[in-house]
């Protein structure tokens, strides 16, 4: 079975940094990108960026680029996704899904990560 | 950035049947990029619906279907039931190679 498991809940305050995980199993973590989606209280779905583990290619959405690293550890099947220095703006649900070539859309996903930024 | 563009809101009542446009551009939906629909439930993650314009993943109802056609995309309800409501979202890429979500429509049963 296909499984997409995420770190727990995480309260942090501005200036710190994170780092959160999605471990994948039931299936080649190296044969399938995984991405990073966010979603902010009561708003949409945006898209944050993609890794393919295999080989570590990485894609961001321009609003994201510089914002957020996103990694992977193929020897752990897990991905991360890390901000260096939180800001308020960043509270939100962050999700992590599997696509199985990259623009075939994301079959799998994992319970999601609440992470709350606040002083 | 690009943007695809939901009507924010349907609804309809049970058994009638529903559509939801997601309206791109020739940078993403037109440039050839497939369109993929997700269905979240409240406090729910998203859920894959729709891929690839128009095929459904093992398990979901033959009631949820999807077009393309240019740069727009369509999902539609048929034989809505008080099940389907939730938040529905349409997916493509753009000509860089980055992802785009649609802004998003809540499907209401009345």
């Known amino acids: ?119 | 950035q690009s943007v695809l563009t939901q009507p924010p809101s349907v609804s309809g009542a049970p058994g009638q049947r529903v559509t939801i446009s997601c309206t791109g551009s020739s940078s993403n939906i037109g440039a050839g990029y497939d369109v993929h629909w997700y269905q979240q439930l409240p406090g729910t993650a998203p859920k894959l619906l729709i891929y690839g314009n128009s095929n459904r993943p093992s398990g979901v109802p033959d009631r949820f279907s999807g077009s393309k056609s240019g740069t727009s995309a369509s999902l539609a309800i048929t034989g809505l039931q008080a099940e389907d409501e939730a938040d529905y979202y349409c997916q493509s890429y753009d000509s860089s190679l980055s992802g785009l979500f649609g802004t998003g429509t809540k499907v209401t049963v009345l």
């Open chain 1, 1 to 119: 079975e296909v499984q997409l498991v995420q770190s727990g809940a995480e309260v942090k305050k501005p200036g710190e940094s994170l780092k959160i995980s999605c471990k994948g199993s039931g299936y080649s973590f190296t044969s399938y990108w995984i991405g990073w989606v966010r979603q902010m209280p009561g708003k949409g779905l945006e898209w944050m960026g993609i890794i393919y583990p295999g080989d570590s290619d990485t894609r961001y959405s321009p609003s994201f680029q510089g914002q957020v690293t996103i990694s992977a550890d193929k020897s752990i099947s897990t991905a991360y996704l890390q901000w260096s220095s939180l800001k308020a703006s960043d509270t939100a649900m962050y999700y992590c899904a599997r696509d199985p070539k990259l623009t075939t859309g994301f079959d799998y996903w994992g319970q999601g990560t609440l992470v709350t930024v606040s002083s």
